[in-house]
């Protein structure tokens, strides 16, 4: 039997000690959520803002231009490389080596381009 008191006042024991910890998490939580509130509403401020949107969307232009650049700079290279190689085998008959030698070479020289637009690769300079 003092098996069993001894139970029953570690379980109240227990339950004491937890309603004070259970208070001070509340308080903890309650801070918690004035902080959040606080940020949410700041950044809610920030984003109100009418010269925001304007950045955003000059931002989104820009790269949706240098995005176009750089996929026509790749076909360019591609369809040049290709008419020049079909140019090449209509006139000496070499059908159709012409036509995949140039076009590697102008898809290579396409990815080159496309490099040194996005800043990969640095340009050459002429000495």
Do not use: C, Y
Not at 16 to 37: F, H, I, K, M, Y
Not at 76 to 87: D, E, P, T
């Amino acid at each position: 039997m003092a098996d069993g008191t001894d139970k029953n006042s570690s379980g109240t024991g227990d339950r004491g000690n937890s309603l004070p910890d259970e208070a001070a998490l509340s308080v903890r939580l309650g801070n918690l959520d004035q902080r959040l509130s606080e940020i949410r509403g700041h950044r809610r401020i920030e984003t109100d803002q009418p010269g925001t949107e304007g950045g955003d969307a000059s931002a989104r232009a820009s790269a949706l231009a240098r995005g176009f650049r750089l996929s026509s700079e790749l076909i360019a290279g591609v369809v040049v490389g290709a008419v020049i190689g079909w140019v090449f085998d209509r006139l000496l008959s070499t059908s159709p080596w012409g036509l995949i030698v140039f076009f590697l070479l102008g898809f290579a020289a396409g990815v080159i381009n496309v490099m040194r637009s996005a800043g990969v690769m640095p340009e050459q300079t002429h000495r």
